[in-house]
Structures are given as structure tokens and as C-alpha cells.
């Protein structure tokens, strides 16, 4: 098993303000409560028996061979990137409850938001 991790967050510009804030406290012990929020947060890039995944807060996702290499190159959420896309279907996991404690249980999979809908429509069906 390979696990690499990752710090993802949102694109920075060289000239952000945030930039410049970080570069007052490069050097300096800083709590992760003032580093982490809904963007910028750490995880994990798991590459286990030929299978790829995706683990942030202890939820699991499946990953594509490319998303993970991906992600572990550009670990930056803007449009289009693979981390974008991981990170979404990480927030899909969690509002469905599924994912947890991976590898004792399933990870989510890859196709979660189709799972959603069919999910909605059983929902809906049963009313």
C-alpha cells in the first residue's frame, strides 16, 4: 500500500493575499484549526493492490489511476482539476454516510453520484 499525502487548497496567484500571509508565517508554529476549513484541508492518495483511492476526514473514494496521479502532481481546487473533481464526490460520501473506515468497509465508488440519483428515485418511489 502507498499512501501519499496531500495538502489541498484552493489556486493560489504568486501576487494572493494569502500568499502573503503565509509568507509572514512560513517559518512559524501555526494551529491547524487556522489552516484548515472546507478548502484547504489535508488527504490522503492511496494506491493499494492496483486500485486507487481517495481519503480525507476518514471517507474513502474511489479513484481512477489518473485522478490520483493527478491530484498528487496539482493538489489545487479550480476548475476542471482532479482534485476538484475528488473533492466533490468526498462531499457526496459524507452527506450519504458512505465510505467510512475503508478498507474494513467498501469505499464509495467511483460512480457516486449516479448511486445518488438512483438513491432519490428509490427515495421518491417509497413516499
Known sequence: MNITQLKIGLLQLNDSKWKKVLDVFR??????????????????????DGQYFYRVDGVTVQAEQY????????????????????H???????????????????????????LANNLEVQTRGNA
Open 67 to 86: 485522478e490520483y496521479e493527478r491530484v498528487i502532481a496539482n493538489p489545487r481546487l479550480y476548475y476542471f482539476s482532479s482534485a476538484l473533481k475528488l
Open 88 to 114: 466533490h464526490r468526498i462531499r457526496k460520501a459524507k452527506e450519504l454516510g458512505i465510505g467510512y473506515d475503508w478498507p474494513e468497509n467498501a469505499a464509495a465508488p467511483i460512480d457516486i453520484f449516479s
Open 27 to 48: 517559518d512559524r508554529y501555526i494551529p491547524i484549526a487556522f489552516i484548515k476549513d472546507e478548502n484547504n484541508y489535508f488527504a490522503e492518495a492511496i494506491e493499494h
